[in-house]
Each structure stands twice: as C-alpha cells, then as structure tokens.
C-alpha cells in the first residue's frame, strides 16, 4: 500500500490517534462526571467499537483514492514509455509503440503535440487520425504508413521518407517537407496550403483535389502525379518538374511556376496536352501583370533561397 512515509499512511496514523484520543478523553469526562466507573469498560469498548468502524470506512476511501493516483501514475509511465519507443529507430519496437498507443487512444488526444521522432523507423505504422501537431519527424522512415486523416499541422518532415504512404485527407498546412521523399503517395484532398515542398520527391503522388494553396513546390520532382483538381491558387513552383504529371481540372490562379519543366505528356488544365510554345501562364493569370521580356514584371522574392536559408531554425 506504501511506505510509512507516504502522505495517505501518515494520514490513516494520524486519524486513528486522534479518534482514539478524543473517543477516552469524552469517556473518562463523562465517567468521572456521574461515577459509573463499571460502565467504563462498556463505554469504552463501544466507542473503540464506534472509532474502528470509522476508520475502516474512512481507510476504505483513502484506499480507493490511494489506488486512483497510483493507476495514474502507473498510466502516465506507460504512456511516456510508449511515446520514447514510438521514435526508436528499431521498426519492431517503434510501430508496437503506435499499436499499444493507438489501443489506449493516445494517438487521438493530444499526447503526441510537439514530440520529437527524428530517425523513426515507423514503416507500415498504423498512424490514421493521429493528432501530432507541431511534431518532429524529420528524416523518419515513414514507407507505406498509413496516415489518413492525420492532423500534422506545422510538423517537420524534412528529409522523410513517405514512399508509398497512405495520406488520403491528411492535415500537413504550414508543414516544412524539405527534401522529403513522398513518390507512389496517396494524398488524395490533403490540406497541404502552405505547406514547404521544396526538392520533394512527389514523382507518381496521387494528389487529386489536394489542397496546395500557397504551396511551395521550388524544384519538386512531380513527374507523373496525379494533380486532377488540385487547388493550387498562389503556390510557388520554380523549376518544378512536372514532366507528365496531370494536372487537368487544376486550379492555377495566380500561382507560379517559373521555369517549370513540361512535356508532350503533361495534360494542362483545360485537358490538352502540353506543346512547344504553351506556357502555364495561360491558366495562372500572371501572363498578363507581367511582360514576358521582364521589363514590367514586379520583383518576385526568391523564396527557394530564404526557405533554404531559415528552415533549419523554424523548430528550434
């Protein structure tokens, strides 16, 4: 039950001596008063009687709560103990972790704010509506992990690998993925506004009525994606490659993509086929505000080279 230090033992000692303090003293003023000297030995014995009931029914509660807070405890050791082995770097011990976590619902309520999982092996890991704001997992192993309907809001994925990930509807607004490797992913209407794509490996991604508004996608590597429907008003996609990707039905409104690669089997928006002399401009409406020869163009920030140049401090 504890020691004879803790605060519910000394708490029992101390009741204890108090009712059988108070429990003699009212008995020997109340003999001592009338003289009944032989009731003493009655008197006295229904009131021992009376203080152990009392305090057999007051131990019962301290228990009761005794034994809450030691499950408490018990349960926030478990749960920190999870969480370390859910960023081991060994795929067993690390996709266990997201198992057990998921069975006692600590994926979905908040315990997984801001933690770092740095080099995480968690390929295959069962990770679908996890809450993981704010969280860490750059250069993690995130291969054919399934992370539907996750919420990653400002999370660092820098340098991650998300080869084959199930991401449909996925949370990643204002996420930093540097680097990351997302070719083969399922991002069907993922939130992705914002979001930093910059040198990402998005080669054969299905992103159809994904959310890329005010994306940057500065050199990513979108060959042959799948960009049916995909909202991208105001992203930013210098040098993108976009070789065969499709992007008909795309929402391209003001966005930019400077110097995008395309070829005879990117599909534009209106559903044509990309040819000598086409410019994605048709569809962003920044040809107009422009000139082609740069003479009245408004200066662009170059934010390939700020993004590259701050990254590394966002999550310090």
Known sequence: MGTPFDP????????????LVVGLAVTMIGVA???????????????????GLTFLLIDQLLGQRERQADEERATATSKADLIARLGSNVRSFAV?????????GWLIDGSLHGISLMTADLQGAPLSHAQMTRVNLSDANLQQADLGRAVL???SLNGANLHGAYLLAINLQRASLIRATLSGADLREANLQQAELVM?????????????????LSTADLREANLQQADLRHAYGREAVLRGADLQGAMLQDARFDAAQLDEQTILPDGTRWAIGRRLDEFTGTGDRAARNGQDATPVPDLLEILLQEHAQRFD
């Open 8 to 19: 519910f033992v000394r708490l029992r000692a101390g009741i204890v001596t108090v009712l």
């Open 33 to 51: 008063l009338n003289g009944d000297w032989p009731g003493l030995w009655l008197n006295l014995g229904s009131g021992l009687f009376g203080t």
């Open 96 to 104: 266990a972790a997201a198992e057990e976590l998921r069975r006692h």
């Open 153 to 155: 809001t400002e999370a």
């Open 200 to 216: 990402a490996d998005l080669r054969q991604a299905r992103l159809t009525r994904a959310d890329l508004r005010g994306t940057v």
